[in-house]
């Protein structure tokens, strides 16, 4: 269920970094990045975003590699209508991130609805 297409997405990631100044990445429901602000990242699958959407929660990394195609930082789900569409992630010491990762979360929420 792709809500968000990959253009829109690398917009949100690009915007939050230039407010956070963290890589971020945009997970699909497949637990691929389809947008990030690391290029070399883009078309992987990222293991701790495919498990934020089965559980629903969110994971925060504190090593790198914990999971396959992680980094440290704060994986959050965004939902639209109940359902759990994307995960966004960004790279860095969660205590750090985790308000970034919150707004970005919001902010995609509010393009859905749009």
């Known amino acids: 269920m792709n ?3 990959k253009k829109t997405a690398q917009q949100i ?11 971020i990445n945009f997970i699909n429901e497949n ?7 690391d290029l070399t990242r883009i078309g992987t699958f990222h293991e701790g975003g495919k498990q934020v959407i089965k559980t629903g929660i969110p994971l925060e990394v504190y090593e790198d590699n914990s999971l396959s195609g992680t980094q440290k930082g704060v994986n959050i789900p965004v939902a ?8 966004i992630g960004i790279s860095g010491e969660p205590d750090e991130v985790r308000s970034y990762a919150y707004l970005a979360e919001k902010i995609t929420r509010l393009l859905i609805r749009e």
């Open 13 to 23: 990631v690009d915007t939050v970094k230039d407010v956070c100044g963290h890589n």
């Open 80 to 87: 639209h209508n109940g359902i759990l569409t994307a995960v």
């Open 31 to 37: 637990g691929m990045i389809i947008a990030s602000t």
């Open 3 to 5: 809500i968000i297409n």
